[in-house]
């Protein structure tokens, strides 16, 4: 996506009509899954009008209020796109969220970020102890959590895959994978066999393509692989294709994708799994805030270059 | 395969020794996983081993015996492989069969092409009512079961995928399949946008590569796929790739692959499932019986060229 994409337009600050809410947006999620949603096809959600915001994830603060059960001065999780103002209207996702937690938790280890490496864990690659675990954009802000939940639980071995050797010093160092492995200058196929010499049990896969392929490539009998994400292809008309498919026959093995959309009514669950580990602080994750709204868009990219480590957030706003 | 990568070499008809068997092979499987044990590295069995017999399920007569559980007449279901004589010994898989059992069944409907194609149904795919059902490899021994159990259990449609009019006729006209696509011919993703403009509930895949790619970019959300085969890429070193991967995603999706061999403490689950269809005429199976070992190269290579219908079995004695 280049900047040209879009358009920084000023408008009045709407006034809000009956059942509606005026917010102020405070920060913003950046997510791969934005990328996803500015293509031209509809994907799990319909794809973002040409003329129409952003679409995106963020925190906002009630300023006027025409709709029952939201105050002034509320902090609203939902879907406020790339806009200082929100206009909150009937259907619109939209949570009240309580006072005492930090601004950028909610936005990651307690919101999509952290809520989605929790289920992809616990769910879809159904972790169980010894297993071999193996995550890619694991310098991400979800393959960061992944990974630790992962050793968490009782892994066998965890290995993550990232994109240069100061995110694979972090992951290893500062988070305690046990490996990773930097798949622009090694050969991930030949490092997963040496690293999972009996096959990968779980992968955890944010990216696709290739590294899909050097993962499908080295299973072992009844893995899982939780496909969360495809960065590598969200940008490409002609993605990479995967060629070891029929590896699941050999290994009987599962493929399953999955969206945090599916999971809005276990965010609790995951959320109370998670608070124990962060307060003891076994659960480390890093969060870099951009500020400012104009900066959104190169933020943005920065997530297919590879530039950042951690969870983005974009600042727009401090709290009244 | 090339008929030069084998050798017919005679020898003396062994004798067995202590809890040893000899039996006369009466007939041999002809299934897409020979192919797959004869390349070079080891799949989910060991890879044929240069100068042994080349594996094949099938059926033999015992001859002569020193084993306990066996006597002379016995029909034996196991893994006799290319040979004229099998010498069973201890480790071999081998099941003595009840007689009054139609010999072609065994290797057929009751055996791993119709119990292949139950498990995947009823297990993989876990067919509800209404489903969207889509099978690749239509005509062939697994996919023309998998499909009719499809339409008998309740599938909203059952769209085959085959390789000539004559195959598409068949399962539509012959099977009860609502629809047939020819890929040889028709668009397949254009024409499975088409018969299932909601999306494919449950695929059936025996071939992998550009009809699995077509299936996965017109899933219905929750879609369930059996990786059963990939024919397309047995033969290939560099198989197509598959580019939709990330459809799993946005589809909520899972893909699975499986194999009989685990299922073989289940077979009678579903024989008992598949008989009673028999019986009422509701399952219909092509057999095609090729007689002499001397044809097995040119029989197996008729599972690459599409060029058969149903169950492809090779004849070498009858019963004494």
Redesign the interface.
């Known amino acids: 996506m280049t900047e040209d994409c879009l358009d920084r337009v000023e408008e009045p600050i709407p006034a809000p009509a009956d059942n509606e809410v005026l917010l102020r947006v405070l920060s913003l999620s950046v997510d791969p899954t934005n990328r ?1 949603w500015m293509r031209e096809e509809d ?2 959600l319909p794809a973002v009008e040409i003329g129409a915001v952003v679409r995106a994830a963020g925190l906002a603060e009630v300023v006027e209020t025409k709709r029952e059960g939201f105050a002034v001065g509320d902090l609203v999780l939902g879907m406020p796109g790339w806009q200082d103002y929100w206009l909150l209207s009937g259907d619109d996702m939209a949570n009240v969220i309580p006072p005492g937690l930090e601004i950028n938790d909610l936005l990651s280890i307690y919101g999509g970020t952290g809520v989605t490496a929790w289920f992809g864990v616990e769910d879809i690659c159904a972790l169980e102890p010894g297993d071999a675990f193996v995550v890619s954009g694991a310098a991400g802000g979800v393959g960061s959590v992944a990974g630790q939940l992962a050793k968490l639980k009782g892994a066998g071995i965890v290995v993550g895959i990232a994109g240069s050797d100061d995110k694979c010093r972090w992951v290893v160092d500062e988070l305690g994978f046990d490996a990773c492995i930097n798949y622009k200058t090694e050969d991930v196929a030949a490092r997963l066999v040496e690293l999972c010499p009996e096959g990968i049990d779980a992968y955890f896969d944010n990216v ?1 393509g290739e590294i ?2 050097a993962a499908l490539a080295n299973l072992a009998i009844g893995a899982r692989i939780a ?4 960065i590598s ?2 940008n490409s008309d ?6 070891n ?15 945090i959309l ?1 999971y809005l009514d276990r965010f609790l669950e995951a959320i109370l799994g998670l608070a124990p580990l962060v307060a003891e602080g076994k659960l480390k994750y890093a969060t870099e805030v951009v500020d400012g709204l104009e900066n959104a868009p190169a933020t943005l990219n920065r997530l297919f270059t590879g530039d950042h480590t951690g969870k983005l957030i974009i600042k727009l706003s401090e709290r009244a």
């Open positions: 996803i994907s799990y696709g899909l392929d496909v969360c994400g495809a292809t969200y002609d993605p990479i294709g995967v060629k498919t029929a590896n699941l026959i050999m290994k009987r093995a599962r493929m399953e994708g999955f969206l599916d």
